[in-house]
């Protein structure tokens, strides 16, 4: 049987003297599957992907991604992982305002050792498929919200990585722009990427996923397949 590529056992996060911002947290997420994290601020939800992504450590609990134990990584090699294994997609783009959009999606290849032309043909080859070639040489600054997500999650594929996490893709982007993005995603996730996207946004969560997993004060406390009241999160 094919194993999860994404699997949290009993896994804890508390920080100070607040209440646990996870608790207990178990969750299996399967290659090419496509999951929302749904939960209100505060709930948990931005947690548990900086776990997965090996920004955060649990206090309690396991971590694999992709057969790694991403909670026994130091920083500098969690950094590495991430690089090739995880592209990450962020509400506010993250995007270097002084680099073009060409040198913007090549940045982790070059950090992972590619070759620059290399990495330069893969970044076209991105841009054209997301319809944005036209802005290889723009600044990001110079773009559209709807486009400079774009040249993030061109960015967020640059390295062929089997895991796309997205944290509030579309909550800096007007409501046309983010039934675009929602739609790239659910593309993407058509064509065998598997994607993870945290979210308070229930018309995007059904637009681009399977499956949502809702979080409240730290734990998961419901999972169904998008669509289906009845359906449980076991596969």
């Known amino acids: 049987m ?3 590529l994404i699997e949290l056992s009993d896994v804890g996060r508390a920080y100070d003297d607040g209440p646990p ?12 599957e496509a999951v929302a994290v749904l939960g209100p601020s ?4 931005s947690t548990l992907l900086n776990l997965i992504a ?3 450590r649990p206090g309690t609990g396991t971590v694999t991604v992709d057969g790694v134990r991403v909670d026994r990584l130091s920083e500098a090699a969690a950094a590495r992982f991430r690089r090739t294994r995880i ?3 962020f509400q506010f783009f993250n995007l270097l305002d002084d680099l073009t959009v060409t040198d913007n999606v090549t940045l982790p290849a070059l950090l992972a050792g590619t070759a620059r032309g290399a990495a330069h043909r893969r970044a076209a080859e991105l841009l054209e498929t997301l319809g944005i070639d036209r802005h290889a040489r723009a600044h990001p600054g110079r773009l559209s919200g709807g486009e400079r997500q ?3 999650i061109a960015r967020a594929l640059m390295n062929r990585p089997p895991l796309i996490l997205a944290d509030e893709p579309t909550g800096a982007l007007d409501t046309a722009a983010g039934e675009d993005v929602g739609r790239l995603l659910r593309e993407l ?3 065998g990427q598997t994607v993870v996207v945290v979210t308070h946004d229930l018309a995007l969560a059904r637009s681009c996923t399977h499956r949502t997993v809702r979080i409240a004060d730290g734990r998961i406390v419901d999972g169904r397949v998008a669509g289906d009241v009845g359906a449980g999160v076991s596969r």
Do not use: T
Request: hydrophobic fraction near 40%; aromatic fraction near 4%.
């Open 42 to 45: 505060g709930s948990g939800k």
């Open 189 to 191: 996730n058509s064509e």
């Open 150 to 152: 774009r040249v993030a």
């Open 21 to 32: 911002a996870l608790r207990k947290a178990a969750l299996r997420v399967w290659p090419g």
């Open 54 to 56: 090996g920004l955060d």
């Open 2 to 4: 094919e194993d999860p």
């Open 87 to 89: 592209g990450m997609v």
